[in-house]
Nanobody, 113 residues
């Protein structure tokens, strides 16, 4: 049974930082690409970032230079370091297994102005 458990969300002021974690089980984590998505109130879910099994990364343009996705295969965990946060980053953040339909439950990030 595949499980993805996100954590690390919270309330932060604009300009602040948060680090999200996504702990995976039930998959061969090191063989999988991992993605982050987010969904703001009243908006469609948006792709944010990907890290492939080799560690290469890519980001949506709105977060480039501010967000960094990393992974620790020994801990079966993917991280999203978010710096210089803006109110428009407010959303529920989800992790997902690339090319599979496995999602976490989401973690709320709220950035106040």
């Amino acid at each position: 049974q595949v499980q993805l458990v996100e954590s690390g969300g919270g309330l932060v002021q604009a300009g602040g930082s948060l680090r999200l974690s996504c702990a995976a089980s039930g998959i061969i984590f090191s063989a999988k690409g991992m993605e982050w998505y987010r969904q703001a109130p009243g908006k469609q879910r948006e792709w944010v970032a990907i890290i492939n099994r080799g560690g290469s990364t890519n980001y949506v343009s709105s977060v480039k230079g501010r967000f960094t996705v990393t992974r620790d295969n020994a801990k079966n965990t993917v991280y999203l370091q978010m710096n210089s946060l803006k109110p428009e980053d407010t959303a529920v953040y989800y992790c997902k297994v690339f090319l599979d339909n496995y999602w976490g439950q989401g973690t709320q990030v709220t950035v106040s102005s």
